[in-house]
């Protein structure tokens, strides 16, 4: 099976263009990587991975950002503003609190835009513009439009985001509408969103950059090898877990194939693979009820809901990739409520590590697995935070307390303290 963690290195096919190609995950038909748009496998409909004829080692890796991990790329270079490189803060309360050996933030909200998309969409607008396309869009619950938006226009093209109506937090339509994406709000979830900007981009509309498009998932690789590098660089060994909020499941299906590609250059043992821990809303999760039933397909949830407003979403197109990514890893899933998430995102703030509530079900997850005893307290675990507290101005002020009024003199704030 490709998605096998001891998968051989494939050998090179004629399709392969500068020793790049794209590869069916299901019956490994190849596709030259750039001589056509093609987002899934034109035989068999199933997902497509990026593939390289030479992996690097963590000697090739040089530079800072996203861009470090060239060698690792299908380009040098790409449209950037400067993404990755985000900080892996030390949390010594909450990993107290939680009790596991190690706990670390790796706080994605740290990125241009403030999220994890940023790294995606250097790679994905790269790659848009090899292929000579003209407009780019997406469906979104927010981060997704506010990134491409941005690197859009960083790349000079017009932008187009179909986001759910009424179901996506402030800090983000506004990204996307300053940045001068076309927004197009549809009465319906993200699911049906990214239903319409599908056949639109099959119908050579524009390019679609959800993370359905392998390229953008290869930028999202370089989390996976930013944790490695931090935690080789601390403590001289690689995480034993990694615990990550999942809605469409690129980032999930991107770190597995960063871990594979490292195995298969022979960079990391097998049994080193850190464990990938993804983790969902109760309201939205369809992951986690296919990891708990071991089916080997997740069924679309027609209807989810979610203060978490960037995981809300009930058929996660990467479930293909992600779901041998959790298993062969030795990982597990997890739904958390609503309460835990905000409960979290308070536990973060008072670490100083501010996030959007999708960001802190890494950290509500990680505190239930651990209370079950699925997680072990020798563990060294990385929780993945994806957004910023800013994108979700509304979710973060009522999670927070409410500002006080007093009147405009220091005798009445004084006695309003002392009250
Ligand atoms: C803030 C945030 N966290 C988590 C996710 C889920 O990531 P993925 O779709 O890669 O599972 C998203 C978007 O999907 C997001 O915007
Ligand atoms: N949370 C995402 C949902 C879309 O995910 P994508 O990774 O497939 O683009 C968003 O921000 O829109």
């Known amino acids: 099976m490709s998605l096998s963690l001891s998968a051989d290195q494939p050998d090179v096919p004629a399709t392969a263009d500068e020793g790049v190609w794209l590869e ?9 990587p750039f001589d056509d748009v093609r987002y899934t496998c034109d035989d068999c409909d199933s997902l497509l991975e990026v593939r390289y004829a030479d992996l690097p080692t963590f000697d090739d890796f040089e530079g800072e950002g996203v ?4 060698d690792a790329l299908p380009f040098d270079a790409g449209v950037s503003i400067q993404e990755g490189a985000t900080p892996l803060y030390e949390v010594p309360r909450l990993e107290d609190d939680i009790g596991v050996e190690t706990l670390r933030i790796k706080h994605e909200g740290m990125n241009p835009t403030g999220s994890f998309k940023d790294r995606g969409m250097t790679v994905g607008v790269r790659v848009a513009k090899e292929l000579g396309v003209g407009r780019l869009a997406c469906a979104s619950t927010g981060n997704t439009s506010a990134a491409l938006a941005a690197y859009g226009s960083r790349g000079g093209m017009q932008t187009l985001v179909l986001l759910p109506a009424g179901k996506v937090a402030a800090g983000k339509i506004a990204q996307a509408s300053l940045h001068g994406a076309r927004i197009l709000e549809v009465d319906g979830n993200f699911d049906a969103c990214l239903d319409i900007v599908q056949e639109l981009a099959g119908q050579g509309e524009a390019y679609l950059l959800n993370s359905l498009n392998p390229f953008r998932l290869e930028g999202q690789k370089t989390i996976g090898l930013e944790i490695l590098e931090g935690f080789l660089a601390d403590y001289d060994t690689v995480p034993d877990r ?5 809605g469409n499941a690129g980032n999930t299906s991107a770190l597995y194939k960063a871990f594979r590609e490292l195995v298969q250059a022979g960079e990391l043992e097998e049994s ?6 993804g983790v969902q809303a109760e309201g939205a999760a369809p992951m986690v009820e296919a990891i708990e039933n071991g089916a080997d397909e997740v069924r679309r949830w027609e209807e989810v809901e979610t203060r978490a407003t960037a995981i809300r979403i009930g058929n996660p197109v990467n479930a293909p990739k992600a779901l041998p990514g959790i298993r062969e890893t030795g990982g597990t899933a997890v739904a958390v409520s609503d309460e835990a998430i905000t409960e979290a995102q308070r536990d973060l703030a008072g670490e100083g590590i501010g996030v959007e509530p999708a960001s802190a079900a890494s950290v509500a997850g990680l505190r239930k697995l651990r209370a079950e005893g699925i997680v072990d307290d020798d563990e060294r675990v990385a929780c993945l935070t994806t957004g910023h507290l800013l994108k979700d101005p509304d979710a973060a002020a009522a999670a927070g307390s409410e500002p006080e009024p007093v009147p405009a003199d ?4 004084l006695e309003h303290l002392q009250g």
């Open 272 to 277: 080193d693979v850190p464990k990938l821990t």
């Open 67 to 70: 861009w470090r991990y060239a």
């Open 24 to 32: 069916c995950i299901d019956c490994g038909e190849t596709f030259a």
């Open 410 to 413: 220091t005798d009445g704030v």
């Open 242 to 246: 990694i615990v990550l909020p999942v």
